[in-house]
């Protein structure tokens, strides 16, 4: 009897342990939140030069976006199943030209898109059918898509990178995207750049 | 007695946590808001396939939401046709699908295929579901009546009424040349499904 005793004991602690890593899921299902930072995100650096460039990245591997050389980005989760990504996609390019052809800003906001769910290919059909001028990554599994609260695309994060190293959530917005010049501003005044 | 009670129960209870976090990842588009109806996790298959690769197909005429009727015949030594099959209209997976192969017009064009997409749904259901996913380039039509008959056909109707995830490929000829009886949870790989057209080149 004691035996079962301690096995149910055993069983017990392990269960609880186990509430506790659910509550850990739990509190992630929370969407990242303005003022907090963000949840670890591993990016792999970008093959092609030139968004390797654009994010001001040097060498292989993973990245976390705190060290994109900028003083803003704006992460945008989608899908290239999302018809509201599919819309919204001649918009956020012209977000990026916005920037990119203003030399005040051009090396203060960067741009990247995150696919839900979306494999390698899946991401690459949408950045050619929308010819994205920014880089996008794949999160075929989701990973990231959980660690981000599982929120609904489009979604807007706009991170504001310190001097320090330091980061912080600005912005979070879930569809609703206004246009390119409407959301520039938005994203100025949030990050501190106007 | 009680002291061995309270361990059973905190099992219990961690158990049911494990359900309750179980994210539903698809359907995320913010197009549907709250219109889609969660499934939860399904059995991942639950019929049996009549046909098999390199059978001829078998042939179907069925109503599409554009008011025609498009029969599989119409496409034979024309076109490559892509069978997608999706299980009911405003359910999660379902509604990320095809809004994808919209955006791959060229692709499936690239193979000089064509795309039915089939439910067992009705025409209106149909209409009002596929209004949310902008203008579909391919036909979507009803397998509503007699019910599932085509799904039956083929062997992917599922004994609660709803056709399997399932994807076939047929060939200029009439010929199944691809079969993917998906896990009904989950979204097939667009690239998956494309390395099979890839194949008929």
């Not at chain 1, 392990?14 to 509550?23: A, D, H, V």
């Not at chain 2, 949310?132 to 039509?141: I, K, N």
Request: proline share 8%; net charge positive.
């Amino acid at each position: 009897m004691k035996r079962v005793g301690e096995i149910q004991i055993l069983f017990a602690v392990m269960t609880i342990f186990f509430i506790g890593l659910t509550g850990a899921a739990l509190a992630a299902n929370k969407p990242p939140q303005k003022g907090e930072g963000l949840p670890v995100i591993n990016l792999p650096v970008p093959k092609n030069p030139d968004e390797k460039t654009y994010l001001g990245l040097s060498g292989i591997g993973f990245f976390k976006i705190p060290q994109i050389k900028t003083s803003a980005v704006i992460v945008e989760i989608f899908s290239m199943y999302c018809p509201y990504c599919q819309k919204d996609a001649p918009g956020v390019n012209e977000l990026y030209r916005l920037i990119e052809n203003n030399p005040d800003i051009k090396n203060k906001i960067k741009i990247i898109g995150i696919g839900a769910g979306n494999s390698s290919y899946e991401v690459e059909v949408f950045k050619k059918t929308y010819n994205v001028p920014f880089p996008l990554f794949p999160d075929k599994d989701f990973t990231i898509h959980k660690a981000c609260g599982e929120v609904r695309t489009p979604y807007f994060i706009v991170v504001k990178i310190n001097e320090d190293g330091t980061h912080q959530i600005v912005h979070t917005q879930l569809g609703g995207y206004p246009g390119a010049e409407p959301f520039l501003e938005l994203v100025l005044k949030a990050s501190g750049l106007k | 007695m009680e002291k061995k009670r309270f361990p059973h129960f905190i099992l219990i209870i961690g158990a049911l946590s494990v359900f309750v976090s179980v994210p539903m990842a698809f359907g995320l588009s913010d197009v549907y808001k709250g219109n889609i109806y969660q499934t939860g996790t399904l059995k991942p298959m639950d019929s049996k396939l009549k046909v098999k690769v390199g059978d001829p197909t078998p042939h179907f005429t069925l109503p599409a939401i554009s008011g025609e009727k498009i029969s599989l015949g119409q496409y034979r030594g024309k076109k490559n046709v892509v069978l997608s099959f999706v299980p009911a209209a405003w359910t999660p997976v379902c509604s990320d699908q095809w809004p994808g192969y919209n955006i791959a017009k060229d692709i499936f064009s690239q193979y000089d295929a064509v795309l039915l997409g089939i439910t067992v749904d009705n025409i209106p259901t149909l209409f009002a579901w596929t209004n949310q996913m902008d203008q579909l380039w391919f036909p979507v039509l009803s397998d509503f009546w007699p019910h599932g008959a085509v799904a039956k056909r083929y062997g992917v109707l599922r004994s609660d009424g709803v056709s399997e995830r399932a994807l076939f490929v047929i060939d200029k000829k009439g010929f199944i040349r691809y079969i993917d009886v998906h896990d009904i949870n989950k979204r097939p790989p667009l690239e998956d499904l494309m390395s099979a057209l890839e194949k008929l080149k």
